[in-house]
């Protein structure tokens, strides 16, 4: 089976925004889990129901927030475009956006379980012999929570890669712009005599699927081994 | 090296009350579980902050309440032996062991990884992981690693406490040399008297978060009225001698100590002029009114009574005098029939084979 033109532009597009999802939300993800895998402080609850609020909410509803605060004349929106010149607005960006508010707390949990499990007292150990809290950090934590950093890539990427309610309502579904490969299956459902192209996207959902997963169980393997622990 | 320690700390209702100079050499940190030797050791560590106090080593405040001192846990030098090992398990043996190497105490040069490595017996070791080591092997790698971080100095919080007999005996004897080696200064924590017999030059007694004394550990065991925190059942005394000869046929040996008294145990000619570490148990000291002759107790000390008082369960608790001080626990009744007294002149006696060396 040959992959048309129209399918391989929405496999990049896919893969492109999954890519862009979790670059962007990796960094924030683990300052986020380790605020609340770590510190106590004033608001502590709301910040956590605030960041798990899109697994719980109906997609489409966080979809039209993101309509409200990132659309142009939206509070956040109009300040990208007023001081950065960037538009969310039915582009590949915005798909971004919505993949990202998505994919977020499934990254943060994944992380923050990982941080919730490292022995602190390493930590404590690693103080003792002269390093500094960073360089603990960089050398003890970080090292030991990568399995869970790997799996919240994971499932980011996999989130990203099928989210579908929170990107049409705000981006729409525009092919070559926002059209990722859940929507272009949508699409095609909508469409008459259209079973095999419907299945042709289902089948490479699949398979990236699959591909995702067989490379963070991998990528989790060798670092496992690292860790000196045998599976 | 100069070190002013005065510490106050309370949760709820324990209160820790902690006032010491840790001295060269060996400090021994010794008291019963829920004394509070390891918050102290915390404390100094500044892994806890005290209530109020001040902490000084090597003539560098790191913590004064006073002052509004408190240096962070990762600048105070202090080496952190642990009673698990805590030993970081992406980094094999010899990353666990640099981890810590960059840091140097002063213009002290830093100590040498390859005599450590020696000493602990860790050539073999030293691309393992963790996970792979025994766990005498894994507690030598943490004292290691805590030696080769250039501490001003060690702490070792019941370093052996979470390992059996066997391993326990493999390591005490390492400890010793690195003791001798790298002559530094040590805190030494543990409920075991056996450890701290044989390894203290200082006794610091701890019980209920008071301090109950502070000193020479051989005064310290002695002292009848300290028995009740300084070992109990298991007390007794710590005598320094000399091996002066042997006697082949038996594999005797015969002891001086330093204030010149003969002792008797057994060992091995390659002994002969090495310094020994012996601890006689106040119970297995017996005590005789004459000298009792066709007796297979070989160790027969003439000399008197200096102190006495009465210990658990009609037991008494003597100090004697027999050309050293030792300790004796024998029955009330036994005590009261043979009527003994202060200066009482009285023979103990104690077999060579009850006779441990520290």
């Keep these: ?231 | 090296m100069a070190s002013d320690i005065r510490l106050k700390k309370s949760f709820g209702r324990f209160h820790l009350n902690a006032e010491f100079n840790a001295e060269d050499g060996l400090t021994a940190l010794f008291g019963p579980s829920g004394a509070g030797k390891t918050l102290l050791a915390q404390m100094l560590a500044g892994l806890v902050t005290p209530d109020e106090g001040h902490i000084e080593i090597a003539g560098r405040t790191l913590f004064s309440s006073a002052k509004g001192i408190n240096v962070p846990a990762h600048q105070r030098h202090i080496g952190f032996v642990f009673q698990e090992h805590r030993l970081f398990p992406h980094f094999s043996v010899r990353g666990n062991l640099t981890y810590g190497s960059g840091r140097r105490a002063g213009k002290a040069p830093p100590v040498s990884f390859d005599k450590v490595v020696d000493i602990l017996g860790l050539t073999a070791l030293l691309e393992r992981k963790p996970a792979s080591l025994s766990g005498g092997e894994r507690q030598r790698v943490a004292i290691g690693r805590a030696i080769l971080s250039n501490p001003k100095i060690l702490v070792m919080d019941e370093p052996l406490s979470s390992l059996d007999d066997a391993r326990k005996a493999e390591i005490l004897p390492l400890i010793e040399d690195l003791k001798s080696e790298f002559n530094l200064t040590t805190l030494y924590i543990s409920h075991s008297i056996e450890e701290i017999a044989r390894l203290a030059d200082t006794l610091l007694l701890l019980d209920k978060g008071e301090m109950k004394a502070v000193g020479p550990i051989s005064n310290i065991l002695n002292r009848l009225d300290l028995i009740p925190f300084a070992g109990g059942y298991d007390a007794g005394t710590l005598i320094e001698a000399t091996v002066t000869v042997y006697e082949p046929g038996h594999h005797m040996l015969t002891l001086k100590t330093e204030s010149g008294g003969k002792l008797y145990i057994t060992g091995s000619a390659k002994e002969i002029g090495s310094p020994v570490r012996l601890r006689i148990r106040a119970r297995d000291v017996a005590l005789s009114e004459t000298e009792p002759k066709s007796i297979s107790i070989l160790n027969r000390f003439k000399g008197r009574v200096i102190d006495h008082c009465s210990g658990a369960q009609g037991m008494e608790e003597l100090l004697l005098d027999v050309g050293f001080p030792l300790t004796a626990r024998i029955t009330r009744k036994s005590f009261e029939e043979m009527k003994l007294k202060k200066d009482s002149p009285v023979w103990a006696l104690v077999k060579a084979v009850t006779i441990s060396r520290s």
Excluded at chain 1, 54 to 61: G, Q, R, W
Excluded at chain 1, 91 to 107: Q, S
Excluded at chain 1, 142 to 161: K, M, N, Y
């Design chain 1, 1 to 231: 089976m040959s992959i048309s033109p129209a399918e391989l532009e929405v496999i990049l597009l896919s893969l492109k925004v999954a890519l862009w999802c979790v670059g962007i939300s990796l960094l924030p993800a683990l300052v986020m889990a380790w605020l609340l895998a770590r510190r106590e402080f004033y608001g502590k609850t709301a910040l956590n129901v605030l960041v798990h609020l899109p697994i719980v909410l109906p997609p489409v509803v966080v979809g039209y927030f993101l309509l409200v605060l990132l659309g142009n004349r939206g509070p956040i929106g109009g300040w990208l475009l007023e001081y950065f010149g960037i538009s969310l607005i039915f582009n590949w960006k915005g798909v971004v956006a919505a993949t990202a508010v998505m994919a977020f707390p499934f990254i943060t949990r994944a992380i923050r379980q990982a941080i919730e499990a490292v022995d602190r007292t390493l930590e404590v150990a690693a103080l003792t012999l002269g390093r500094p809290p960073f360089m603990v950090f960089l050398t003890i934590t970080l090292p030991l929570i990568l399995p869970g950093i790997l799996a919240g890539i994971t499932l980011g990427f996999a989130r990203a890669l099928g989210e579908f309610g929170a990107t049409i309502t705000f981006v729409a579904n525009i092919p070559g712009e926002t059209q990722t490969l859940p929507l272009a299956i949508y699409t095609l459902l909508q469409t008459p005599n259209a079973e095999t192209a419907v299945w042709r996207l289902v089948i490479i959902s699949v398979v990236l699927a699959f591909a995702a997963i067989a490379l963070s169980e991998w990528l989790t393997r060798r670092s496992v081994r690292r860790l000196g622990g045998g599976i």
